[in-house]
């Protein structure tokens, strides 16, 4: 039986309530304003398609040669396809509107809400995943071609 509102045994005074009292007097947080903007310089993103470029291009050479394989790969780079597509297009929406907004690269840092962030932090925190994957594709064409 599950245990509800209903129920008579947590209503009994075996399972009464000693939290502490909520308080409802609390300080906001401060949040960072929506800008509909990345702030992401474009070395950034012409990286990250590259790398998926070449994860792709080591899957075609490595399994390439099967008709299902074809079939995942080309799955996988319409998603990919719409992953870049998606974001071209918010970033595109009302760009003449942004032209006054604040540059999040100030001092070559980029200005993050808890803090500036180096270009090479973020080019690492950004890319580390898609260069893994372009890794991956090229160990899986190298693997194909030694072995066949």
Do not use: C
């Amino acid at each position: 039986m599950l245990l509800d509102e209903n129920n008579l045994a947590v209503q009994s005074m075996e399972f009464e309530d000693t939290s502490a009292p909520v308080m409802t007097d609390y300080n906001p947080v401060r949040v960072q304003p929506e800008a509909r903007t990345f702030g992401i310089p474009a070395v950034i993103w012409g990286s990250m398609a590259a790398s998926y470029v070449l994860f792709f291009m080591g899957l075609l050479l490595g399994t390439g040669h099967d008709g299902k394989a074809l079939f995942m790969i080309a799955i996988s780079v319409l998603y990919t396809l719409m992953y870049f597509g998606t974001a071209f297009v918010l970033n595109s929406l009302a760009m003449a509107d942004r032209k006054g907004l604040k540059n999040q690269w100030v001092g070559g840092k980029f200005d993050t809400f808890t803090g500036p962030m180096t270009f090479g932090s973020v080019f690492g925190q950004m890319l580390v995943v898609p260069i893994m994957f372009a890794f991956f594709g090229i160990a899986i064409a190298i693997i194909r071609f030694a072995v066949v």
